[in-house]
């Protein structure tokens, strides 16, 4: 029996609804993941580049697209998702950089055709929903990649999450925990007493399910490794913009460090389709 339950994540997420667009924003912990994972468009995404961004939610990377004159498919396998992204998308005036909102199961991106865009995006997690059938999503994305083109990933993180909520962790029985641990998996049996189920990645896996779809992995980061557990520290000097960018700076060169990679609550990868 399939772990992936696409109509559990599109449940999911049109529930979640607009909390996806705060998510990002609604402490420094948060910003500082939003500032990562932007900083990795903005290094490897060209400007005016063709993008698909898939597990769009909201917007907030959509924004960032545009931002880069972008012409942007906005894909989503919740449809409360992407009226959220239309909404602010016309409210922002970054909606403008959108050819359309379709609504897509990152595993079936048979209606796209091969070779079409310059870049894909697939920020936020969506292939840590598939389960077993990652291998088959990052297939899609790297079918529909021009020759040289880059897909920008992001995946919920083993160890970072663990560092992450580590009280929480410890809360779990024991045995279950073990379970966690030696899979990666969060569902509905190994975690009765949860309701966010998902794969988390280890570094290497994650590196490796890349390049088994035939992609370089051209640079490796890990969100909030440096500001994990320091939420009352990262308000306090939210207000201070010499700390604050200093902080960030900190956290991106750490993000990079091979040693931090599994620290981080997000991995995010780059990686290049061969010409």
Known sequence: MSKYDSGWVEKYYDE??????CRLTQTPFNEVNLH????????????????????????????????????????????????????????LSFAAAVENWVQL?????????????DAVVCYGGALSYVFERASEAVGECTRVLKKDAVLLASVMSLWGTAHNALRGVL??????????TDTGDLTPESYPTGHHFCHMYRADEFRDLLRCAGLEVVAM??????????NDLLVEIRHDIEKWTELL???????????????????????RKPR
């Open 171 to 180: 809360d779990i029985p024991p045995e279950e925990n073990q379970i966690i």
């Open 105 to 117: 199961d990152i595993c079936d991106l048979t209606d796209l055709e091969p070779a079409s865009f």
């Open 221 to 230: 980061a890990a969100s909030n490794c440096l500001s994990t557990q320091w």
């Open 36 to 91: 990562v994972h932007a900083h990795y468009i903005e290094q490897y995404v060209q400007p005016g580049s063709h993008v698909l961004e898939i597990g769009a939610g909201a917007g907030r990377f959509t924004q960032v697209l545009a931002d880069l004159n972008c012409q942007i498919l906005v894909a989503d396998i919740s449809p409360v998702q992407l009226d959220l992204n239309r909404k602010h998308g016309e409210e």
């Open 249 to 271: 700076r900190l956290e991106l060169e750490a993000t990079r460090e091979p040693g931090c990679l599994d620290m981080g609550t997000h991995l995010i990868a780059v990686a």
């Open 16 to 21: 979640y609804g607009d909390k996806e667009w």
